[in-house]
């Protein structure tokens, strides 16, 4: 089955939210390979050699993520490659003091890009992983790797500031998240209401004009018949007039009704206009199509619709056409319409071409 348009957006507006995300994390990764590279060459002219050759490898490293990323186009490994990058520089960092033991201090840029890159659950985990790096290079200053030493007021500060900026981080994010969220929901809901029919609750013809064109697709390409029964409740505008419109969106409402409990489940019903009605039957040859159009007729008219204690007599005519036919979509539809027309010409309450029934052909 081909994907609804509502689907289609969705789709789309992810990937776009995707791309832009690439696009800022690749202007990140260049902004901070060359500031890596420039703190490299100041440490390195004011005689921190070693210190200037790791941020020299980190700056290297992210340039060769940014050139797999080029050449791969794979947003998942460029994505995760920076943010190992990253966490084993702020390790770095951390453990080392950087130049005058403020190396450290880049840790606060951290948490806003993590939130937004990966989520808020592994955004959360990131930060717990780093989390307990610090609390390591804080309380085992012995180990051979930590060459930093920090003050316990130091410590104390660093840890709440931080907590306060991942905790603050998060709740943006989060909601930011769940903005993002509401107005596609919201949109969703404008474009589902956008091809509903609001009384009968049916898809109104717009969407139903979609579907057509998706099954004409189908049948062009993979040569699935299917056909069209269009309906017409029979003297409508005198119900109208005789019982009042609202009796008349009763009727309306329960002839839907009356459809949609007659058709399959892989049929589409929808409220072509006014008082007509088109269903979409997939996979259908015109024999099965009237089968179908005449059970709906027979449904209609046994059905007894009650609206305010009066019983309002309900038949229909019904105009059946299968794409095999005719030679387009729109031919398609306008010979449905011709046969419902006939039907209503040669006494209502019938279908068009008639049912022949077994009876009948066994007398002729």
Request: with cysteine; net charge positive.
């Amino acid at each position: 089955m081909e994907p609804s348009a509502s689907n289609t957006e969705a789709l789309r507006n992810l990937l776009e939210s995707e791309a832009r995300a690439i696009t800022i994390l690749r202007g990140i990764c260049w902004a901070g390979m060359f500031t890596l590279a420039g703190i490299g060459t100041k440490a390195w002219w004011a005689g921190h050699s070693l210190y200037g050759l790791s941020l020299y490898f980190f700056a290297a490293a992210m340039l060769l993520n940014l050139f797999i990323h080029y050449q791969t186009r794979n947003d998942n490994l460029f994505r995760n490659a920076f943010l190992i990058i990253v966490g084993m520089l702020f390790a770095y960092l951390a453990a080392t003091g950087g130049e005058s033991n403020t190396g450290i201090l880049w840790w606060y840029v951290f948490p806003p890009f993590v939130f937004y890159l990966v989520g808020l659950k592994r955004g959360l985990l990131m930060m717990g992983l780093m989390a307990l790096i610090i609390l390591i290079v804080f309380n085992f200053p012995q180990l051979p790797f930590v060459r930093a030493e920090y003050s316990l007021d130091f410590q104390i500060r660093f840890l709440a500031s931080m907590s306060f900026l991942t905790t603050f981080c998060y709740v943006l994010d989060y909601s930011r998240r769940k903005t993002a969220d509401e107005l596609l929901n919201m949109a969703r809901l404008y474009e589902q209401a956008s091809r509903t029919d609001e009384l009968t609750q049916l898809p109104n013809r717009r969407d139903m004009r979609q579907r057509l064109d998706q099954e004409y697709y189908r049948y062009k390409r993979h040569g699935r018949h299917f056909s069209v029964i269009l309906l017409d409740i029979d003297h409508f505008k005198q119900i109208n007039d005789t019982f009042g419109h609202d009796a008349g969106d009763f009727v309306l409402t329960r002839f839907a009704e009356i459809v949609n409990d007659t058709i399959r489940k892989m049929d589409a019903a929808a409220r072509w206009g006014g008082e007509e009605f088109l269903v979409l039957l997939p996979d259908t040859s015109l024999v099965q199509a009237l089968a179908l159009a005449e059970r709906l007729r027979e449904n209609v008219e046994q059905a007894r619709i009650r609206y305010k204690q009066t019983v309002i007599p309900v038949t229909t005519s019904a105009g059946v056409c299968s794409i095999g036919q005719t030679k387009d979509l729109e031919a398609l539809l306008k010979q449905a319409d011709i046969n419902l027309y006939q039907a209503k010409i040669k006494g209502r309450n019938r279908v068009i071409p008639p049912v022949v029934r077994k009876a009948d052909a066994q007398t002729s």
